[in-house]
């Protein structure tokens, strides 16, 4: 079938539309017609190849809501109509122990939404649904997109990396992925501590729940932040002066990477081992972490702050997310 979809002919240019085939497999494949689909760092790091995996011509967008028009033979959890979203993942083995216990994030053969395939930026979206997610009826369609890589991924990270609540939790970076963190954290029963390079968002941090919000800029912070954090989840898309975050964590303490620095960490290692301090990091979430982040986004109403853009206007707002000027995700509406 032919799909309409806004294009990136080469690493670093601009989008355009072109029409492009994609075949459905008659057995797993779904084909949803998009209605919405959220912008994430990680569609900029594709465009301009930052980890050297892009395959170009490259259709961006895997924060994906829409409506099913077909469904492939084998798929009974939906049907014609529904309404769905679908994030990063399209496929996975679903038969290796990583699978099987829920973590098909973690399978050696996930595929990408827009790594192995064409993407939501797109008249339609066609691929396995057994990633795609029926959305509770109290998400809007414009909040749940950023909920499908953004929330499950901060929700994903804070999880495995601990939470279970009555923590102090900190994150780094208030953007798409810091601010659903911060919002998540907080409605799941922590104390939360926001870290932000921009002045204006402290004050927004407070309002969306964190209980301290400090401004940071290379490892200096504008006044120390109060006790230790059990965990700190990190959100940069850029590299974050580690140590000085480190030494903010409490004994046993997790930092936990879901942002992507741009280069390769230099810590002492002092301050982990008195401390007995861990670094982690976290790929998005399995299938089950996603129908739970939906299910508690659902009954605490965790929702994406949107600024909404027509497709057509996809390169004003890709430049609004480089230049770190969206409050605080940028949705695309079909
Ligand atoms: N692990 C995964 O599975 C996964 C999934 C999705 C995305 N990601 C990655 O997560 C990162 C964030 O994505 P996003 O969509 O949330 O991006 P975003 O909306 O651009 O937000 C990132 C935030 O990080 C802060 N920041 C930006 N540049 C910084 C710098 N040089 N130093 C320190 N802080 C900086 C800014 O917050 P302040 O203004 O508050 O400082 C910015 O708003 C990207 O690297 C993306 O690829 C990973
Ligand atoms: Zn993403
Ligand atoms: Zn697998």
């Given amino acids: 079938m032919k799909i309409r979809a806004l294009t990136a002919p080469s690493a670093r240019s601009g989008l355009s539309f072109s029409e492009m085939d994609v075949n459905p497999d008659g057995e797993h494949d779904v084909v949803i017609r998009v209605t919405h689909c959220g912008i994430c760092h990680s569609d900029i790091h594709m465009i301009d190849n930052d980890w050297g995996m892009s395959n170009y011509p490259l259709v961006p967008g895997h924060e994906v809501v829409g409506i099913v028009e077909e469904t492939g033979r084998a798929i009974t959890h939906l049907r014609s109509g529904d309404r769905v979203g679908f994030g990063w993942q399209r496929g996975a083995c679903l038969q290796c122990a990583d699978c099987l216990g829920g973590n098909e994030n973690l399978c050696d053969a996930s ?16 691929a396995d649904g057994r990633f795609a997610f ?17 929330g499950i991924t901060v929700y994903g990270g804070l999880r495995s990396a601990g939470m279970r609540g009555g923590q102090r939790i900190g994150v780094i970076g208030i953007g798409g992925l810091g601010h659903l963190a911060v919002a998540f954290a907080r409605a799941l029963g922590n104390e939360v501590v926001a870290f932000t390079t921009s002045e204006d968002k402290a004050k927004f941090a407070v309002d969306l729940g964190a209980h301290e919000a400090v401004v940071h800029r290379d490892g200096e ?17 850029a590299s974050i002066a580690t140590s000085a975050f480190v030494n ?44 739970s982040m939906l299910r508690d986004a659902d009954r605490f109403g965790v929702a994406p702050v949107v600024e909404t853009f027509p497709m057509c206007k996809a390169d004003e707002a890709l430049e609004k997310v480089r230049s770190n000027r969206i409050r605080y995700r940028a949705v695309l509406v079909a």
């Fill in 134 to 150: 029926p959305l509770p009826e109290g998400i809007p369609s414009v909040s749940a997109g950023p909920l499908l890589c953004a």
């Fill in 248 to 291: 903010l964590l409490a004994s046993d303490g997790t930092l936990c990477f879901v942002g992507v620095p741009d280069k390769p960490l230099s810590i002492d290692l002092f301050p982990l081992l008195v401390k007995r301090r861990r670094i982690m990091a976290s790929p998005i979430g399995g299938r089950s972490m996603i129908t």
């Fill in 221 to 237: 912070f504008d006044r120390p932040p109060g006790k230790p954090c059990d965990i700190i989840l990190s959100t940069a898309p």
């Fill in 111 to 126: 595929q990408g939404t827009i790594t192995h395939g064409y993407g939501g930026f797109a008249s339609h979206l066609v």
